[in-house]
Nanobody
């Protein structure tokens, strides 16, 4: 059974940090590009960060560049999103995505709330 399970979300004050994890099971992420998306209430889901299957290439949404870092540990079948200098506008449900050709796997999401 294919699963992506996100963890690490929570409530944090502005300026704080969180590290999200996405653990895959039922398949190996080695040949998949991995992405983090987020969806705020009343808004569409948006791509936040992307990492290639080899980890050689990363891309970020402009508003998170310099604050967020995506990484992967293929040996652990896990992807991470380090989020620093968090802002209230980063509040959303964060979803992990595995993508290859026409295959898309999604996790259930983890809530991130940035508030004082």
């Amino acid at each position: 059974q294919v699963r992506l399970v996100e963890s690490g979300g929570g409530l944090v004050q502005p300026g704080g940090s969180l590290r999200l994890s996405c653990a895959a099971s039922g398949f190996t992420i080695t040949t998949y590009a991995m992405r983090w998306y987020r969806q705020a209430p009343g808004k569409e889901r948006e791509l936040v960060a992307h990492i290639s299957s080899t980890g050689d290439s990363t891309n970020y949404k402009d508003s998170v560049k310099g604050r967020f870092t995506i990484s992967r540990d293929n040996a652990k079948n896990t992807v991470y999103l380090q989020m620093n200098s968090l802002k209230p506008e980063d509040t959303a449900v964060y979803f992990c995505n595995a993508f290859r050709n026409f295959i898309n796997y999604w996790g259930q999401g983890t809530q991130v709330t940035v508030s004082s």
